[in-house]
């Protein structure tokens, strides 16, 4: 039995090397000049030699390249007006607040306004606010930036000022 399978499996691997050895291969090129490659010869082809050798690459270095973390800018956000320690006149108590975002304003970024350290509106995607009806007296601002995910990624310095209004008792 053992003379049996020993003799089927030399048969098989003699076959095999050569049904290998007896392929040939052909290369020509078309009309276009693009290369054709066939088992069958065509006028003008040119018979390739091929070598049996394994194809074995070399081993590579599994260790994972050391990589720089990309530094993402820092955002700085300042209150431009009104200014620090200055004073807003206005009886209506209306108080326009501006901010300046640096590096550049980004999409998806968003700004909010705390006003004596409470929150005035939700954030929106641009710097300028317009407070209404505040009391006179003296008042602390600051701002916050968010990125995309909700994320506080920038705080403001506080600004204080002062809302002057004119007095019922005494207008001038």
Known sequence: MNNILFILVLLFATTAVSAQESKKVFVSRDANGV???SDSPQADAEEL???SRANIMAATDPTLPNTKKVATESFTVEIVQPEHQGTVRDNTGSVYVSGKISP????GLRVRLLI???AQTEPQNNAVFILRHIERGEHTLQM???DQNGKIIAVSPV????LHRAS???PN
């Open 35 to 37: 290369l054709v490659f």
């Open 49 to 51: 030699t091929l070598s």
């Open 104 to 107: 550049m304003f980004e999409r």
């Open 116 to 118: 004596d350290g409470k």
């Open 144 to 146: 916050e930036l968010f």
């Open 159 to 162: 600004t204080t000022f002062y």
């Open 168 to 170: 019922v008792i005494s």
